[in-house]
């Protein structure tokens, strides 16, 4: 498939954002990619969005969104695969530039939560599990997650305090992010004082919801080569899938899907895990995080506790994760979230990082996790 | 009837719908392919493997392993007043898993992974119209009828 390269990043601010309608969210994130760009927006010839349309009051978004940027009549749609609505958006976006229908696309990644209640919000996310056999016992998202972490902990002796230090890791980066949802440091002990939400989960094992947008440009490998700035390219494009219901898991201590998704993804493009120098992966608890070191080969299987501990994924150790301090610090705006980890890399691979950069960063990596590891999306980044 | 299983139902239709009946008449069901004899818990009506439609149920004995569990303290909503709550999954010594609340046979610091349970089908007492469901309880204890 022909080459298909991002020339073009934009990110909103992510928090509690009762100043703005989802739309106004999205022009945010998508005024800044076009600037970044240097692009006319006529030429822009499609949109799609990311998104999970339960949380919105306003049915079919793409349309609104659309109308609202100024793009009609050029076409707009959407992608929903829980939380990784924002990476299948942008590999929605690839496959159009990558068959010839598309030659300049603006994907962007929305998602205003706030709009629900928290206890809806909790039951709506509990439903990402299988509603016949396991909802009606009253699971919750967090509570999915417990179960794999109680399991990890169980096989290959993970500590409480290991998890922990993924979350005191991220709000460490979080704090050097101005559009993150939290933007200071914690300690254990203040994350251990916090209250229960799902054994062994306190809260400050979860990440928040929130709202915000983020929004990459991808043009065709003809018109990259032409860009006014810097090019980032979409080399490595997997997605994976894994039974919807925990019940038929081949085991609760890693996600199938990252593990099929990243090996697809590392093979097209002709990397392995040592080549990665900074990744972003999805931490919408902490124990997902120490899963996916493993699930991506960033250390061996049950070894993910270790490598959190030795501060391996820090700038400096053997492969930097969240350095702008995750979902768990800045806010997870479900379908925003893939998106915002692409503009991330590519900002780190185009070495605009500021204080949180990896220093000769020119290979990196996206790993996007939908529900509870249904579906995993895995993008490896490269830099001109 | 399906809308039976569970104190909060998402999903009252179902081609499995007889599973509920059966366990509020003590029996645990899993669903057997009749073309090629694949079993599945949870009970499936069609097969993904030669595609059949036709099935059959077979009891299973409800021994069981526990794989995971967790203490639920912040629930959803139509569970506000039963939290805080535990669930575990167990892997079924007959073939597949189920999730579901530990009953009162079990003290909460004897919870341990791989611990041996039994799964009980059980019914809700306080709710009128009948619901059933099954709880995770000590090896031996048996389901007697109301
Ligand atoms: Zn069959």
Redesign the interface.
């Known amino acids: 498939m022909a080459r298909v390269g991002i020339i073009g990043i934009g990110h909103g601010e992510f928090g509690r954002r009762s100043d703005a309608t989802v739309q106004e969210l999205a022009f945010e994130a998508y005024r800044e990619a076009i600037h970044d760009a240097q692009v006319d927006p006529a030429d822009i010839d499609g949109t799609v969005i990311g998104s999970v349309p339960e949380y919105h009051k306003q049915r079919s978004l793409p349309g609104v969104v659309q109308e609202y940027l100024g793009l009609n009549p050029k076409p707009t749609w959407l992608t929903e695969v829980a939380c990784a609505s924002g990476s299948a958006a942008i590999r929605t976006a690839w496959m159009g530039i990558g068959s010839g229908a598309h030659k300049m696309m603006a994907v962007i990644g929305c998602q205003k939560m706030t709009e629900l209640a928290t206890?809806?919000i909790?039951?709506l996310?509990?439903?990402v599990g299988e509603?016949?056999?396991?909802?009606?016992?009253?699971?919750?998202f967090?509570?999915y997650y417990?179960?794999?972490?109680?399991?990890h902990m169980?096989e290959f002796g993970t500590k409480r305090e290991q998890l922990l230090q993924v979350a005191v890791k991220n709000h460490y980066y979080g704090a050097r992010n101005p559009n993150a949802l939290f933007q200071k440091e914690i300690t254990i002990e203040k994350a251990l004082a916090s209250?229960?939400?799902?054994?062994?989960f306190q809260v400050y094992d979860c990440c928040a919801n929130a709202d915000g947008a983020a929004c990459v440009i991808l043009a065709s490998e003809e018109i990259a080569k032409k860009a006014k700035g810097p090019v980032v390219w979409l080399d490595g494009m997997a997605c994976s899938t894994a039974s919807m219901?925990?019940?038929?898991r081949p085991n609760?201590t890693g996600l199938p899907s990252a593990e099929e998704a990243s090996r697809i993804a590392y093979e097209m493009a002709g990397v392995g895990p040592k080549d990665i120098k900074v990744a972003e992966v999805h931490d919408c608890f902490t124990i997902a995080e120490i899963m996916a070191y493993e699930d991506l080969g960033f250390c061996e299987r049950g070894a993910g506790g270790k490598f959190i501990e030795e501060k391996q994924s820090y700038i400096g150790g053997s492969t930097p994760v969240n350095v702008d301090g995750g979902l768990k610090s800045k806010g997870h705006p479900i379908g925003a979230t893939g998106v915002s980890m692409t503009v991330e890399i590519a900002k780190q691979l185009r070495g605009e990082a500021g204080e949180r950069q990896v220093p000769d960063a020119d290979v990196g990596l996206t790993h996007n996790v939908g529900g509870i590891g249904q579906y995993c999306f895995v993008q490896v980044l490269r830099r001109d | 009837m399906f809308k039976w299983f569970g104190k909060v139902n998402f999903s009252p239709y179902t081609k499995v719908t007889d599973f509920a009946d059966h366990l509020k008449d003590g029996h645990l069901m899993a669903s057997k392919c009749k073309q090629c004899g694949q079993e599945s818990f949870p009970p499936k009506a069609d097969c993904s493997k030669c595609l059949s439609g036709e099935f059959e149920f077979t009891e299973y004995d409800g021994q069981a392993t526990l794989l995971s569990f967790t203490k639920i303290h912040a629930a959803p909503t139509g569970f506000e007043d039963t939290v805080p709550y535990t669930v575990g999954v167990v892997d079924l010594k007959d073939g597949g898993r189920l999730l579901a609340w530990f009953g009162e046979s079990i003290a909460e610091s004897d919870i341990k992974i791989g611990m041996d349970l039994q799964v009980v089908p059980q019914i809700f007492e306080e709710i009128k119209d009948i619901k059933v469901y099954y709880s995770l309880e000590k090896p031996g204890t048996t389901w007697s009828k109301v």
């Open positions: 206890p809806e909790l039951a996310m509990g439903r509603v016949q056999w396991e909802s009606v016992f009253g699971t919750t967090p509570a417990a179960l794999f972490a109680q399991s169980h209250d229960p939400v799902s054994d062994p219901s925990v019940l038929r609760l």
